[in-house]
Nanobody
Framework: VQLVESGGGLVQAGGSLRLSCAAIGTIFRINVMGWYRQAPGKQRELVATITSGGSTNYADSVKGRFTISRDNAKNTVDLQMNSLKPEDTAVYYC??????????????WGQGTQVTVSS
């Protein structure tokens, strides 16, 4: 199973970006999907998560600005980021809790996509 991310880039403060992540492989079921980020010199932190039923959870720093969504039929999760701030600059990682027939439940990570917000 692989998580393939897209959509990062450079944007000015106040702008928007949309990140997408697709889970590819022989997947039986996906539980929670989410986005995390890691800024230089800092620990990786949770940005937002979403359950298979659509329940969401956001970091306080992004509430009201970011929206997470998923398509269970396509095994994808998106992160719409609005009103971006320079402090949102980080590498963003997709994460998913996935069950495969061969390996059972596992925690998977994408390769990361850079988001840079200029002031």
């Amino acid at each position: 199973v692989q998580l393939v991310e897209s959509g990062g880039g450079l944007v000015q403060a106040g702008g928007s970006l949309r990140l997408s992540c697709a889970a590819i492989g022989t997947i039986f079921r996906i539980n929670v999907m989410g986005w995390y980020r890691q800024a230089p010199g800092k620990q990786r932190e949770l940005v937002a998560t979403i359950t298979s039923g659509g329940s969401t959870n956001y970091a306080d720093s992004v509430k009201g600005r970011f929206t997470i969504s998923r398509d269970n039929a396509k095994n994808t999760v998106d992160l719409q980021m609005n009103s971006l701030k320079p402090e949102d600059t980080a590498v963003y990682y997709c994460n998913a809790n996935i069950r495969t027939v061969a390996a059972g439940w596992g925690d998977y990570w994408g390769q990361g996509t850079q988001v840079t917000v200029s002031s």
